[in-house]
Every structure is written in C-alpha cells, then in structure tokens.
C-alpha cells in the first residue's frame, strides 16, 4: 500500500496564501491537490546536471579570477545538504542568483533605478562534495522594492535552487541574513507560521576569516526530502 | 529532521537558466517533439516570467537514474529534465522526443511549474493519449483529459496549457 502524505498544511512550510501577495490569490489552485502513488518515474529525477553544465568552484564576487570583485561586503556562505534521513547529499547540483550590493540583479525584468555593478555577475551553479557540503564566496546583496506593491522593500537574501535525487525533492526557496530591520516586514519570510521554521530561512552566522580571502561567513543547512516522504508503489 | 521551508522563485530566475534547457532533443534518439502552451492564472492572464520544468523516460521509457533497472540502456544523449520560461503571454515551450512508456505506465512527462506568487512548486503529469495509467487514474474522469496533450495535426507539437486556477483549472498532484 501506498502512505499518502503531503506537505499542504505543514506548518513547516510557507502558506500558499499570503495577505498582500496578490498572484498567490490568483495561481494557488482552487481545488485540493491529488493524491497519487509514486512511482519510478517521480522517485527518479535529473542527477546528471553536473556532467551536462558547466559548474564550477564557484566565487560570484567577481566574473573570473584574476578580475576585480564586486563592490559589497565579501562573504563565504557554506553549509550541508541532507535528507530527511540525515543522509548527504552528495553530487546535488545548487544553481544560486542574487541581487547585487545595491540590490540590483542583471536581469531584463529588474526596473529598479539602482547600479549595476561591472564585476557582479550574480548567478552561477556548484556541486556539493563528498559530504554533500557546499561553500561559495559572494558579496552582500542589497534590498531592493518591489515596485508595483508601493510599500514592500525585500531584505538581503540569495536564491537557491537544488537538485537532489528525485523530482520529489527538486527544492527551491531564498535564504535571508539575521538581524535585518526588513526581515520583519518581508511577506514571504513572514508567511512561514512557525518561528522556528521561519529561522530556517536565514543564514546562521558563520566564522569570519582572515588571510588570502577575508570574509564573513553565514551557513545554512538545507533538508530535502528523502526516503521517509517517497514511498514505494508496490 | 524536518524538511527545509521552500520559497518562491520570484521574478529574476537567470534566464540562461532556463534557455541553456530548453532543448532536450538535439542528441536523443527518437521522435523529436516540441511541448508548448500557456500557464495561465485566475481569469486567464498569463503567468509571465515563470518556469516550467520537465522529468520524463527517454524514447524507449528508460529513466536517466540508477533507479530504473534497465538503466543501463538509457539513451546517453537524452538528458531526461528540461526546462522553458514563459513569455509576456504566458507561453512555454520545450523540445524533446516523444517518451516511452516506463514499465507500469503509460507515456507521459512530469512537469513542475515555478511562479511569482507560488511559495511552493506545482507539479502535474502530461499524457499523450488516454491508455490506462495508475496516475492518471487518480484523477477524476471528468478532469483527466486537461491532462492530456493535444497534438497538431500536421507536425510533432503537442499542446499543453497549465491553468494554475480557476474555471478549467489543471489537475495537480500533492507534493
Ligand atoms: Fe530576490
């Protein structure tokens, strides 16, 4: 038999509906979601992105190694990926983006009347390691509006989007920084009910380092999902 | 351990992203199709700027995974996920090869949509005909043909519209 599970009302997770998010009215669909055996083909999910892109050691701070960084505060940001069961996550590809210092992504949608930064590219793939750890150096992003809700300024934070083992675990969410005065107005971080879960979405601040590359490090550990939440249909 | 909160992807998803993806084909074996339509919203405005993601067996119904027993034949030049961005109207469209049908069930492609205003993903299953299928059965009759692709006439496009909701609305899976 088949366990049904789902994650729709977990207070672990983001509402669907969020107060003042207008297009989470209008896309959340109206009818309950199926439930349905899971079967090869949603146990099974791209594993081979690593081979197929180009993905490298990866540092967004500045566009290639012997170039100038990005102007912004350098940081180190790293931590693990696991599954529910606590296994790594090895080989699991994270494609990440993010704002520049002045909040500012390059992308053709972004009509925010701030710079662009030359040297900040912004958006690039790694692989975990052997211990299903990651680490990239960035800079800071800045705030930026979001211009059409006429108040809602979005706090610092980067994109990640992770392909683990299986299209049940294909994880995508925005990893904030403690301490933000606009962490307590963002909508999205808000919409998590749980305090301790809303603490998930925000990076830990890591060690600072000093020498070759001085930074401040933040971490962040992210749980797909695993075996528990994928049954077998047999 | 609990699973980590997903958030949406919002607006600035690098293009690349999705371009360098968009073509599943070009160095498959089998029958080159292209799957296109609409992601729609309440009142049938397009969802701009969103992404769709695709995960489906190669030509012969062999998943690209250690999973799939026969994994061992899968098609090397068939990478198996893709991935589209919608237009100003809201359309999608991805090239890949008609898929097999994996032991169990019929042909179909899982697909993932990713929106402003989705705090999580979306996920639904195209079909290309109405052959008896364990997922598809778990969708009431009377919805189960939103599910299934229409295909042209004359060439290999398959149309597919995501209807996110309201009237017509697309059957989606739990997750
Ligand atoms: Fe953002």
Same mark, same amino acid.
């Given at each position: ?9 977990? *207070? ?7 107060? *003042? ?26 594993? !081979? ?36 069961? !606590? ?40 692989? %975990? ?24 300024? *979005? ?8 392909? !683990? ?9 925005? /990893? ?20 301790? %879960? ?37 | ?7 949406? /992807? ?22 080159? /199709? ?61 090239? %890949?090869?008609?898929? !097999? ?17 989705? %705090? ?56």
């Amino acid at each position: 038999m088949t366990k049904e599970y789902s994650l729709y009302d977990d *207070r672990s997770q983001m509402l669907r509906y969020i107060d *003042r998010y207008p297009k989470s009215f209008t896309r959340t669909p109206l009818a309950p979601l199926i439930q349905r055996p899971l079967t090869l083909s949603e146990r099974t999910g791209p594993i !081979g992105l690593a081979q197929q892109l180009a993905i490298g050691q990866l540092d967004l701070s500045r566009p290639k190694a012997d170039a100038p960084r990005a102007l912004g505060q350098l940081i180190s940001v790293s931590g693990r990926i696991l599954d529910e069961d !606590g296994s790594p996550l090895r080989g699991a590809v994270i494609e990440l983006w993010q704002a520049n210092a002045a909040g500012k992504y390059i992308h053709k949608m972004d009509n925010h009347q701030a710079p662009i930064d030359p040297n900040f590219i912004g958006h690039g793939r790694l692989v %975990t390691n052997e211990e299903g750890e990651y680490q990239f150096f960035s800079i800071k992003p800045g705030a930026y509006p979001v211009l059409e809700s006429g108040w809602w300024w *979005r706090p610092p934070h980067i994109h990640f989007s992770i392909f !683990g083992v299986s299209w049940m675990d294909r994880y995508v969410t925005q /990893i904030f920084f403690p301490g933000d005065p606009l962490n307590e107005t963002d909508l999205l971080l808000n919409g998590v009910p749980d305090r301790a %879960t809303r603490d998930r979405l925000i990076f830990e601040f890591g060690d600072t380092t000093m020498g070759d590359v001085s930074s401040v490090g933040y971490k962040r550990d992210f749980i797909l999902r695993g075996h528990r939440r994928t049954p077998e249909l047999d | 351990m609990i699973v980590s909160p997903f958030c949406t /992807i919002g607006p600035f998803f690098p293009f690349e992203f999705a371009d360098e993806l968009s073509d599943m084909a070009e160095h498959a074996i089998g029958t080159p /199709i292209i799957v296109t339509g609409r992601v729609l919203e309440e009142g049938l405005g397009p969802t701009r700027n969103s992404i769709v993601e695709f995960w489906q067996p190669d030509s012969n119904g062999i998943f690209r995974h250690p999973l799939d027993p026969r994994f061992a034949e899968a098609d090397p030049g068939f990478p198996g996920f893709g991935r589209a961005r919608t237009d100003h109207d809201g359309w999608y469209r991805i090239r %890949t090869v008609l898929p !097999g049908a994996p032991v169990g069930r019929a042909p179909h492609i899982n697909v993932m949509v990713l929106a402003i205003g989705l %705090t999580r993903r979306l996920v639904t299953t195209v079909f290309f005909s109405d052959a008896p299928d364990p997922v598809l059965e778990c969708v009431p009759p009377a919805l189960r043909s939103r599910l299934i692709a229409g295909k042209h006439p004359d060439t290999e496009t398959y149309r597919f519209d995501l209807i996110l909701r309201g009237e017509n609305e697309t059957p989606f899976f739990a997750d």
